[in-house]
């Protein structure tokens, strides 16, 4: 290739690169900010004290930052809630926003209320809304409700006039090592929140603790104000003598659009712990604490020998069974035993942790006859009647028959085969025919790249500069987009809830990742769907029926096992969240 035609590659090059900054950097249309509407509306202008009133401030006009409008004082009203919604277009080259700010009002007096002007500033120019009267009658106050066999008891007196609050405490201040006592938290929540709030629940330094579900939500007031209280227990059960300290509990509560995020904090609770009285201790007790009943079983109890059978020792009841120790295994002449092994299945039944340890030893017969594994025995420490207690399982008795003799292995001379040596090293054969490498310039693959690739690169920063300018005009196009890898994220955290053990926080990010991703295909508000709304408007879109109800059956198990008085399994959970990421799949297939 001659000077001439290199220096003209790179020369058309350089151009194609100057043709890609210039188009990348090419600046978006100005946005005007003109014809911008400001108004309030309600859902209703009669209600009563035990009823809400829906305000909604609405902003329409060419605008690209929305501002938070400002309130009017809400001296008949609680704002109990709030959202935001908002809807963009880009026409002939101008932006037009349509903003909603939604609050749930509480009346707090009878008679007629106004709610006053609210107000927003964009771009130095003020806008007001009209007042509004609403006519308030008295209503009956809302009644608690509590969970099964739980009571709402009385809000503390730090609580008043606080729109959140947590507490912490334990039933017993006094217990013995080894015992049970329930740790409770707290959530006094005056106001909605945007997403689900974190808990972080203490060290546990000094106990060994279980996470009960379900938890109990109750309504309570102080301050004239109604609370919904949200309450986590958890099993702890003392592993040091002494007094014991428990830290503080933190819940982080997220941000919204019109309050920051803040992180909360309980007070420490102290725990005496009390050891176990040496008075009537057996002399066979290793440490379990609880009320308990013992079994054994063998399988087969017909067997031959160096045929083996399976020992099971099961303890069940109520109490830290996770942490019952391994039995005296029995020695039983004219058998041999391997290692043994273990397993626990944990419950809670109205908050009081039990369930069952299982042990299983293998033995395997050397001598035939009659044989019989002696009884095993538990001893105990019951917390309730401060006593010592033991119980036993039966002997068993397992017939043994003779073996069979065993096949002898097949006899004979065998010979080893030994390599002495690689004695022969083959050269690679030479081709048929020598060939010259030399090749012309116009055949090599730069040439052609130096003219092809800066093409390419134009064409792709077109493209992409295409693909830009109707993500940032068409939000409805961009929420499409953006749905799946949303719907991904969610997903992704509602599997670290359930490997966390965060039943609320899995529920609530499973049920917004199925919410949220329909939302984003139809363009609409995710607050703003119900069960009714999603079947009609997904409907509406074609989808098939069977599909519709699958969505609206999935999202209703989402939310009544969030709420539901016995939690689900594991297993039940994770079968749900596949159920559901299985179904942002398929409609993820569809035409929208």
């Known amino acids: 290739m001659t000077a001439y035609s290199i220096s003209y590659v790179r020369i058309k090059f350089l151009c194609a690169l100057c043709v890609l900054a210039a188009l990348l950097n090419t600046p978006a249309n100005a946005l005007a900010q003109d014809n911008i509407t400001f108004t309030a509306s309600v859902d209703r202008t009669i209600v009563s004290?035990?009823?809400?009133?829906?305000?909604?401030?609405?902003?329409?006009?060419?605008?690209?930052?929305?501002?938070?409008?400002?309130?009017?004082?809400?001296?008949?009203?609680?704002?109990?809630?709030?959202?935001?919604?908002?809807?963009?277009?880009?026409?002939?080259?101008?932006?037009?926003?349509?903003?909603?700010?939604?609050?749930?009002?509480?009346?707090?007096?009878?008679?007629?209320?106004?709610?006053?002007?609210?107000?927003?500033?964009?771009?130095?120019?003020t806008y007001e809304t009209q007042p509004i009267t609403i006519e308030v009658t008295d209503g009956a106050?809302?009644?608690?409700?509590?969970?099964?066999?739980?009571?709402?008891?009385?809000?503390?007196?730090?609580?008043?006039?606080?729109?959140?609050?947590?507490?912490?405490?334990?039933?017993?201040?006094?217990?013995?090592?080894?015992?049970?006592?329930?740790?409770?938290?707290r959530f006094y929540q005056a106001q909605e929140l945007m997403d689900s709030p974190r808990y972080g629940a203490p060290q546990w330094t000094g106990f060994w603790a279980e996470r009960m579900e379900p938890q109990n939500q109750y309504l309570t007031s102080a301050g004239g104000v109604n609370y919904r209280v949200t309450e986590l227990n958890t099993a702890i059960f003392p592993v040091v003598t002494g007094e014991q300290t428990i830290n503080p509990a933190t819940l982080e509560i997220p941000g919204g659009f019109f309050q920051s995020?803040?992180?909360?904090?309980?007070?420490?609770?102290?725990?005496?712990?009390?050891?176990?009285?040496?008075?009537?201790?057996?002399?066979?007790?290793?440490?379990?604490?609880?009320?308990?009943?013992?079994?054994?079983?063998?399988?087969?109890?017909?067997?031959?020998?160096?045929e083996?059978?399976?020992?099971?020792?099961?303890?069940?009841?109520?109490?830290?069974?996770?942490?019952?120790?391994?039995?005296?295994?029995?020695?039983?002449?004219?058998?041999?035993?391997?290692?043994?092994?273990?397993?626990?299945?944990?419950?809670?039944?109205?908050?009081?942790?039990?369930?069952a340890k299982r042990f299983e030893r293998l033995y395997v017969p050397e001598q035939p006859g009659e044989h019989t594994i002696p009884s095993f025995t538990l001893s105990y420490f019951d917390p309730i009647s401060q006593t010592y207690r033991t119980v036993s399982t039966e002997p068993i008795a397992v017939a043994v028959a003779p073996g069979a003799a065993g096949p002898v292995a097949p006899g004979g001379n065998s010979q080893d085969v030994t390599l002495l040596g690689s004695d022969i090293r083959h050269i690679k054969a030479a081709p048929p025919e020598l060939e010259d490498e030399s090749q012309w310039v116009i055949?090599?693959?730069?040439?052609?790249?130096?003219?092809?690739?800066?093409?390419?690169?134009?064409?792709?920063?077109?493209v992409i500069q295409l693909q830009r300018h109707r993500l940032q005009g068409d939000p409805a196009y961009a929420r499409r987009r953006r749905a799946r890898k949303q719907a991904d994220r969610r997903l992704k955290a509602a599997r670290q809830a359930l490997d966390a053990g965060n039943s609320d926080g899995f529920y609530g990010e499973l049920t917004r990742a199925l919410i949220a991703y329909i939302a984003d295909k139809l363009n609409v508000p995710a607050a703003g769907l119900t069960f009714d709304g999603l079947r009609e408007r997904l409907a509406g879109r074609e989808i098939p029926a069977d599909l519709v109800e699958q969505v609206s059956d999935a999202w209703q198990e989402s939310e009544q096992s969030r709420f539901a008085p016995v939690g689900a399994s594991r297993e039940a959970q994770q079968a749900l969240l596949e159920r559901i990421a299985g179904l942002i799949v398929m409609l993820e297939g569809l035409k929208w």
């Open 261 to 306: 995020g803040q992180t909360l904090q309980t007070q420490p609770v102290t725990v005496q712990v009390q050891p176990l009285p040496t008075t009537g201790q057996p002399a066979d007790f290793n440490g379990a604490v609880g009320q308990y009943t013992v079994r054994a079983a063998a399988e087969p109890l017909e067997t031959r020998v160096n």
């Open 443 to 462: 055949r090599s693959a730069g040439f052609w790249a130096a003219w092809v690739l800066p093409l390419l690169a134009v064409v792709g920063a077109f």
């Open 49 to 125: 004290t035990d009823g809400y009133v829906q305000l909604t401030l609405a902003l329409q006009g060419q605008v690209n930052n929305v501002p938070a409008p400002e309130l009017p004082p809400m001296d008949g009203f609680y704002v109990v809630g709030s959202s935001r919604s908002q809807q963009f277009s880009f026409v002939n080259g101008a932006l037009s926003a349509s903003v909603n700010f939604v609050y749930r009002l509480q009346p707090l007096a009878v008679g007629q209320q106004t709610i006053g002007p609210a107000r927003v500033t964009i771009n130095g120019q």
């Open 308 to 355: 083996p059978i399976n020992l099971y020792f099961e303890v069940s009841g109520t109490g830290n069974v996770s942490a019952v120790p391994e039995p005296a295994w029995p020695q039983v002449p004219g058998m041999r035993a391997y290692d043994a092994s273990s397993t626990s299945n944990t419950t809670s039944h109205n908050y009081i942790i039990g369930g």
């Open 141 to 185: 106050a809302p009644a608690p409700t509590t969970a099964p066999g739980q009571t709402g008891g009385d809000a503390p007196p730090e609580l008043a006039g606080q729109a959140f609050y947590v507490e912490a405490e334990v039933d017993k201040p006094v217990a013995y090592l080894g015992e049970q006592v329930t740790y409770t938290f």
